[in-house]
């Protein structure tokens, strides 16, 4: 009869078994079956909710606003401020720069003199931009959003830009407004928080109105 083995010989083993057992459970079996559950079901958002124009060409995710600004004068000068393309909706503003990286807000507080500053140019640039009375601007046109890479605008400051869109592109003002009507998105759920225009996907539409 053969001498067993020590019992701290044994419980190294039987862990090392359940190791072996629960990696292959935990980690190939369950998020290969996620896996295939999220493409097989779920393709589009699973892979990110890219956006693409009609010739297949990859813009962005409809998850991610970003900018539209002109190319830079000078490109190689990093200090060159940003210039908003006029022949493109605006996203509101964003304390990172919609980099995906840099996701997060300004941390500026309500009794922040700096944010009252910030947001009094932002409404005179944004005003002069759109040319409209600048108490007519909408308030997320001057404020960004707590991950400062949200895709939406209100309705409202959609349709503040849609006169300086249609002029930069010669198109009718109506149909740049069909266009936001298209894509403006309900509540959440029926019920929460306010429509709004998703601008990724309204300016890959935009590009190819003729």
């Known amino acids: 009869m053969s001498k067993p083995l020590p019992t701290t010989v044994r ?11 629960m990696t292959v459970i935990l980690g190939l ?18 892979n990110g909710s890219i956006v693409k124009t ?3 060409k990859e813009v962005g995710s409809s998850l991610l606003g970003q900018t539209y600004d002109l190319p830079k004068r000078n490109p190689g000068d990093e200090n060159e401020a940003a210039r908003p393309d006029p022949k493109w909706f605006q996203p509101r503003p964003s304390a990172g720069g919609y980099d995906p990286k840099s ?8 009794n922040s003199e700096d944010l009252a500053k910030a947001i ?17 601007v909408p308030v997320d046109a001057v404020t960004a959003s707590g991950s400062g890479l949200d895709p939406h605008i209100s309705v409202a400051y959609a349709e503040e830009q ?15 407004e069909k266009l936001i009507d298209r894509y403006t998105e309900g509540r959440s759920l029926g019920f929460l928080g306010q429509p709004g225009v998703n601008i990724v996907l309204l300016n890959t539409a935009l590009a190819h109105q003729k």
């Open 162 to 176: 849609a006169a300086r869109v249609a002029g930069a592109r010669n198109l009718p003002v109506e149909t740049v």
């Open 11 to 21: 419980t190294h083993l039987t862990a090392l078994r359940m190791l072996l057992v």
């Open 103 to 110: 996701s997060g807000a300004s941390n500026l507080g309500p």
């Open 54 to 56: 009609a010739d297949g």
């Open 29 to 46: 079996a369950y998020p290969l079956l996620v896996t295939g559950i999220g493409q097989v079901a779920f393709a589009d958002k699973a």
């Open 120 to 136: 009094e140019d932002r409404r005179a640039a944004v005003a002069a931009f759109d040319g409209v009375d600048p108490a007519k």
